[in-house]
């Protein structure tokens, strides 16, 4: 159970969620700016901002992962593994 209260209130920066996503910061950005992913209409995870900062709760990226909401122009998105967590 601390496994899961750690994940759900861990904020990722945006560098951390692009690189679990497996796509350029540019991109992940670009996709909260435009509100969408597809021509679906997907909408992208929640981004929390302080201050100049982005970010993006762990719990929420997963279950927007796990939803299938990554499928970008037909290729599925597959989640990484952070370096070091091997």
């Known amino acids: 159970m601390a496994d899961k209260e750690r994940?759900?209130?861990?904020?990722?920066?945006?560098a951390e969620a692009a690189e679990i996503l497996g796509v350029a910061e540019r991109t992940l950005r670009d996709w909260r700016r435009k509100g969408r992913i597809?021509?679906?209409?997907?909408?992208?995870?929640?981004?929390?901002?302080?201050?100049?900062?982005?970010?993006y709760r762990?719990?929420?990226?997963?279950?927007?992962?796990?939803?299938?909401a990554t499928d970008v122009g037909g290729v599925s998105v597959r989640m990484r593994k952070k370096r070091g967590n091997r």
């Open 7 to 14: 994940t759900s209130k861990r904020y990722l920066s945006e």
């Open 38 to 55: 597809d021509g679906k209409g997907t909408k992208p995870p929640r981004a929390y901002v302080r201050g100049r900062h982005i970010y």
């Open 58 to 68: 762990e719990d929420e990226l997963v279950a927007w992962i796990r939803e299938g």
